[in-house]
C-alpha cells in the first residue's frame, strides 16, 4: 500500500493550500478505508487534523483547523484531500496522510509553511 502527498508548499499568513494524498497498492476496495491528515510540527508530536469517514459522509476536525479546513475524498480516483484555509504560521508542520482499515499505512508527508 502506497500513500503519496502532495500540495504542500511555503504560504503565507492568511493564505490557503489544498493538500492531496492519492492512495495505490491497498488490499481492500479504498472506499473501505478511514482517511485521515495529521500533521508534525518540529519537537511536537504527530497529532489528528481531520478525518473523513469511508463513505465520505462524516467528517472530525482538530479544534485548530475546524472552520478553515475541509477534509473530502473521491473514492472513485482514491484520493483524499485536506483543503486549509486562513492559514497561520502554527499551522507550520508536516502533514501526513493515514488509512485505517484492519491496518494501518502512512505516507511520507508533505511539508507545509505558513510564514507571518
Known amino acids: 500500500a502506497q500513500l503519496v502527498e502532495s500540495g504542500g508548499g511555503l504560504v503565507q499568513y492568511g493564505g490557503s493550500l489544498r493538500l492531496s494524498c492519492a492512495a495505490s497498492?491497498?488490499?481492500?476496495?479504498?472506499?473501505?478505508?478511514?482517511m485521515s491528515w495529521y500533521r508534525q510540527a518540529p519537537g511536537k508530536e504527530r497529532e489528528l487534523v481531520a478525518t473523513i469517514g469511508s463513505d465520505g459522509l462524516s467528517t472530525n476536525y482538530a479544534d485548530a483547523v475546524k472552520g478553515r479546513s475541509t477534509i473530502s475524498r473521491d473514492n472513485a480516483k482514491n484520493t483524499v484531500d485536506l483543503q486549509m484555509n486562513s492559514l497561520k504560521p502554527e499551522d507550520t508542520a508536516v502533514y501526513y496522510c493515514?488509512?485505517?482499515?484492519?491496518?494501518?499505512?502512512w505516507g511520507q508527508g508533505t511539508q507545509v509553511t505558513v510564514s507571518s
Open positions: 497498492g491497498f488490499t481492500f476496495s479504498f472506499s473501505r478505508y478511514i
Open positions: 493515514h488509512a485505517q482499515h484492519r491496518v494501518e499505512s
